[in-house]
Every structure is written in structure tokens, then in C-alpha cells.
């Protein structure tokens, strides 16, 4: 079984920068394919970014191409997104989540979940 920590989130000015971090233990997901979802208050949960265990394959929300950039980095069992030029309606809870097939953006792919991080992007 693997767990899943995010850190970097915190608060930032429209057209800012942050950059997430997934950190895996208890086995190595060099394997997975990793995503991040988000969750604004009041809504659904939904897809941001994907990657495949090698890192050659990505798939991103239209919302965030363009503006977010996902990565990996196996030695250090950790994933990152990169998300420049916030905007408010970015703010969210934003997780990720770890699961054994392709890279594909439903929920239902992906079998473990961290406990999320909290961006929010003032105006």
C-alpha cells in the first residue's frame, strides 16, 4: 500500500506561482500513474493532471494547459505540479492519487488518495 502526501499549497496573488509536491511511502510508485484532482467548495471533484510512471506521457484539464505542468521525479518517489498564472478560480483543495493503469482523467482510475493541500488565489 502506498501513502500519498502533498504539500506547497498556501495562498497567492492572482497571476502568481506555486509548485505542489506528492510524496510517496510505504512502497515506491515508480510503477503508478499519478494524477491531481481538485475540489472547490460547493463542487465536484475534478481532474487537473496525469502522468505515467515514466513521466513521457502527460494529460492535462483544459482549464490548466498551458498554465500547470506536472512532473515526476521516481528517485525521490515524488510528483510535482508546477501551476503558474493562478487565478481565482483556481482556488481548491488540490489531491493526488496514485493508480496502476494509464493515464486517463476518472476519479475511478485511481485507487490511493492523499489528504490534499489548500491553494487559494486571491484577486
Known amino acids: 500500500q502506498v501513502q500519498l502526501v502533498e504539500s506547497g499549497g498556501g495562498l497567492v496573488q492572482a497571476g502568481g506561482s506555486l509548485r505542489l509536491s506528492c510524496a510517496a511511502s510505504?512502497?515506491?510508485?515508480?510503477?503508478?500513474?499519478v494524477a491531481w484532482f481538485r475540489q472547490a467548495p460547493g463542487k465536484e471533484r475534478e481532474f487537473v493532471a496525469a502522468?505515467?510512471?515514466?513521466?513521457?506521457?502527460?494529460f492535462y484539464a483544459g482549464s490548466v494547459k498551458g498554465r500547470f505542468t506536472i512532473s515526476r521525479d521516481n528517485a525521490k518517489n515524488t510528483v510535482y505540479l508546477q501551476m503558474n498564472s493562478l487565478r481565482p478560480e483556481d482556488t481548491a483543495v488540490y489531491y493526488c492519487?496514485?493508480?496502476?493503469?494509464?493515464?486517463?482523467?476518472?476519479?475511478?482510475?485511481?485507487?490511493?488518495w492523499g489528504q490534499g493541500t489548500q491553494v487559494t488565489v486571491s484577486s
Open positions: 492519487a496514485a493508480g496502476p493503469g494509464v493515464v486517463v482523467p476518472a476519479r475511478t482510475a485511481y485507487n490511493y
Open positions: 510505504g512502497r515506491t510508485f515508480s510503477t503508478d500513474t
Open positions: 502522468i505515467n510512471y515514466s513521466g513521457d506521457s502527460t
